[in-house]
């Protein structure tokens, strides 16, 4: 990553294009951000900065017990990733919003009771040929939470509700999804009949790739040998380089320069776990057991989710962090003229010197550039791209821009092989 421009935080939406496929191989799609040929305005970046702190404050407020509850924060057609997926038998294309951070896919389907307006026309099941309906008494309607049974058709309901208040209600089904070329057959997803909360009119509805039982990772896992990587492009004025994801063999990380770090189980399942061992700024180490004790950093202690913008650290250890940055940057500090992060700088021009800071995980150092600790919130606002959580960590997507950053399910693996994402 020998980049050494800022980025403007941008609206993290971005569209799913399958782009080559081998059999049985691996793919590999197209993450294409919605605005990358539009510069971000400050609006935009307020936006972003502040859905991150409501998706932080959403999976807190839930304690990540009731897994029920799918943790994201869903916005109006700002800050998601939109997945082209086909679906049914024959195949209706559509765009849905790929969620790293709930398992069960739904989309809106006819009768639509209450539904928000969608661009594309509305999924009716009767015209496919392998959509089915899941009984009541199936095991996959009695393992889902929050399921229901229809008692006069004998089927089974289910209930998605996030962070926002958005939520979903309808039938729990099977069936056929395509990526262009390669078809996922019997898959569950939900049939949305009831939908309303701040969903944009680009999406349809939800693709679940987060680790749990109803995930679509999960049920490709044979196919795709539970393996998956994306490599995320910084967003810059102008720039209108694609990022990637892969699947199966196309999403092996290796090579010079890769480190991994073990994947830890907790429940719920959705989410993907982390342990942070600390960081270290400039020469400065600042371990989380030497802060809070050896309960603090306890294994798992971080998730890793591509579909929040900041980094949130737990409250100490962020501001000793700040403490550390602060006497490191030779700059006058001013107020976000956003109202939203703690540190910013008087900064423009040019980038100035800012200390590297290194993310230490259990067995992997991941050494971050500029890019991935500081933004830019106006013309010369310079600003560190943590924030304090309110309880345990995540490492958000600024941290993993250029990047290429792996998961391997079944060796229980995050890998980061740090890479030119405009050219990978």
């Known amino acids: ?83 082209k997926i086909s679906l049914g038998t024959p195949a209706v294309e559509t765009l849905a919003i790929a ?47 929050r399921s229901s049974c229809n008692s006069t058709t004998g089927t089974c309901s289910y209930t998605m509700m996030y962070g926002d208040r958005s ?46 039982r109803e995930s679509l990772i999960t049920q490709m896992g044979s196919s795709i040998e539970g393996k998956f990587s994306y490599c995320l492009v910084p967003f810059l004025s102008g720039n209108a380089k694609s990022s990637k994801m892969n699947f199966g063999e196309n999403a092996v990380v290796s090579g010079a320069g890769v480190v991994s770090t073990p994947i830890v189980e907790k429940t719920p399942k959705t989410f993907y776990y982390l342990t942070l061992e600390g960081l270290t700024v400039g020469k400065q180490r600042l371990d989380v057991s030497s802060l809070y004790g050896s309960n603090a950093s306890e294994e798992g202690n971080m998730i890793i989710d591509s579909g ?30 956003q109202g939203v992060l703690n540190l910013c700088y008087l900064s423009t021009g040019e980038v100035p010197q800012v200390p590297a800071i290194t993310a230490h995980f259990k067995g992997a150092d991941v050494k971050l550039k500029t890019v991935n600790t500081f933004i830019r919130t106006g013309d010369n606002s310079l600003c560190f ?40």
Not at 38 to 61: G, H, W
Not at 310 to 336: E, G, H, N
């Open 308 to 337: 929040t913008t900041l980094t949130f650290l737990p409250s100490d250890l962020y501001y000793q962090v700040v403490t550390a940055v602060k006497s490191q940057v030779k700059l006058k500090q001013i107020s976000d003229p």
């Open 167 to 212: 939520y979903s209600k309808g039938d729990l089904a099977t069936e056929k999804i395509t990526l262009k070329g390669v078809s996922i057959p019997n898959v569950i997803i939900g049939c949305g009949h009831v939908d309303q909360g701040t969903f944009g009119a680009g999406a349809a509805g939800i693709v679940g790739l987060g680790g749990g």
């Open 385 to 424: 791209a943590f924030a304090p959580a309110t309880s345990f960590g995540i490492y958000g997507n600024v941290a993993q821009m250029n990047f290429l950053v792996g998961y391997d399910l079944k060796k229980k693996t995050v890998s980061f092989k740090p890479t030119d994402c405009s050219k990978a």
């Open 1 to 83: 990553m020998a980049r050494t421009n800022m980025i403007y935080l941008p609206c993290i939406a971005l569209l799913f294009t399958v782009i080559s496929v081998s059999d049985g191989a691996g793919f590999t799609v197209d993450l294409i951000h919605r605005d990358s040929l539009r510069p971000p305005s400050s609006v935009k970046i307020q936006d972003a900065l502040q859905r991150s702190f409501n998706r932080a404050k959403s999976l807190a407020n839930n304690d990540i017990n009731f897994p029920q509850l799918a943790s994201t924060e869903i916005v109006s057609d700002r800050g998601e990733y939109l997945m």
């Open 99 to 145: 969620d790293t951070g709930s398992d069960l896919t739904w989309i809106q389907c006819k009768p639509c009771i209450s539904c928000f307006k969608q661009n594309s026309p509305i999924f009716e099941p009767k015209g496919s040929s392998t959509y089915k309906q899941v009984s009541c008494t199936s095991a996959t309607c009695t393992a889902l939470q």
